[in-house]
């Protein structure tokens, strides 16, 4: 799979960075998902090479506008380039009556079908290949996270176990590959679990909006990979007369560690960090509290797994 930040900022965008919005295509598809779309999403998506006409699905975590109001053109704009493929849109409750509102007033009519589901905490969602599961946050406002499970992949294929059964190279090794039987000239039948290896776990992302708690995902530790904001440094947010419920690099770089996540990339960083040194901060303060792999999300980046 891939994924690509389309916006890494919290709040507001600045010069370098946009708002909230990530883009992740499963493997061996065209089609991708978007999880939040925050003002000027779209715009950020002219600089990739995905399209809107192949975007399948949308999660929203929550209503906040710099994780929701680049939808209304978003919409809009897909439907201009007259793709007939459904889109399914999932997110809190309220999502319906702000998406319909907004519809309506401005009488947008769309030429495919649009489907919208208000989920709930703990919801799993199966889509083939993968499923969805909601993992309630602690914000401001309702907020979700969306921990995206592949399905078991296949085990690897030994080719030279299949030469010591008599296999010869060629069509007969892409038959056991996709899991079927073959017969041998001599009538001997081998079974595609002679030759392949055991079952491979599929791959688990963990995708957060806002949210104080890293450690609400703990039921889903040992993930793959965690996206998830660090929007404070932790001496800034302890001299803030209000506090924003917001995750510092400390607590995150804490959490990660103790849920034993192999790749963590943290987003969503305060515009008050808009330059290399103090993402070098946010950076070792996260270091200083988590051994794995370790990424500061930008805009445009992209992570293979």
């Known amino acids: 799979m891939e994924l690509t930040f389309l916006g890494t900022s919290a709040g507001v965008p600045t010069r370098h960075r946009n708002v909230s919005a990530l883009a992740l295509r499963p493997r061996q598809s065209s089609n991708w998902l978007l999880f939040d779309c925050g003002e000027a999403t779209q715009h950020q998506l002219l600089k990739t090479p995905l399209s809107l ?86 914000h401001s406002i309702t907020c979700y996270g969306y921990v995206y499970t592949e399905s078991d992949r296949p085990g690897r294929f030994d080719p030279e176990k299949a030469r010591r059964l008599g296999i010869p190279e060629g069509p007969l090794f892409g038959s056991l590959q996709r899991g079927e039987r073959i017969t041998l000239p001599d009538g001997r039948r081998v079974e595609s679990r002679d030759v392949m290896g055991a079952p491979r776990p599929g791959r688990r992302v963990l995708i957060g909006g806002d949210n104080d708690r ?46 034993k996540i192999r790749h963590l990339a943290a987003t969503h960083f305060s515009p008050r960090y808009d330059n290399e040194e ?17 990424t500061l999300a930008s805009d445009l980046m992209r992570i293979g797994l």
Request: hydrophobic share 40%; proline share 4%.
């Open 214 to 259: 890293p450690e609400l995902f703990a039921p889903y530790s040992g993930a793959d990979l965690m996206i998830h904001e660090a929007t404070y440094l932790q001496k800034d947010f302890d001299r803030l007369p209000r506090k924003f419920m917001h995750t510092t690099a400390r607590q995150l770089g804490k959490a990660a560690e103790e849920m």
């Open 278 to 294: 103090k993402m070098a901060e946010i950076e070792r303060e996260i270091r200083e509290n988590y051994s794995g792999e370790l």
């Open 53 to 138: 006409y192949r975007l399948q699905r949308i999660f929203i975590t929550h209503l906040h506008g710099d994780h929701v109001y680049g939808l209304f053109g978003l919409l809009a704009s897909r439907g201009m380039l007259m793709s007939e493929m459904a889109l399914e849109i999932y997110g809190p409750p309220g999502l319906e009556e702000m998406l319909s509102t907004v519809m309506r007033l401005s009488q947008l009519n769309l030429p495919y079908d649009l489907t919208l589901h208000e989920v709930s905490a703990g919801e799993s969602l199966a889509f083939g290949d993968y499923r969805i599961e909601t993992v309630a946050l602690h």
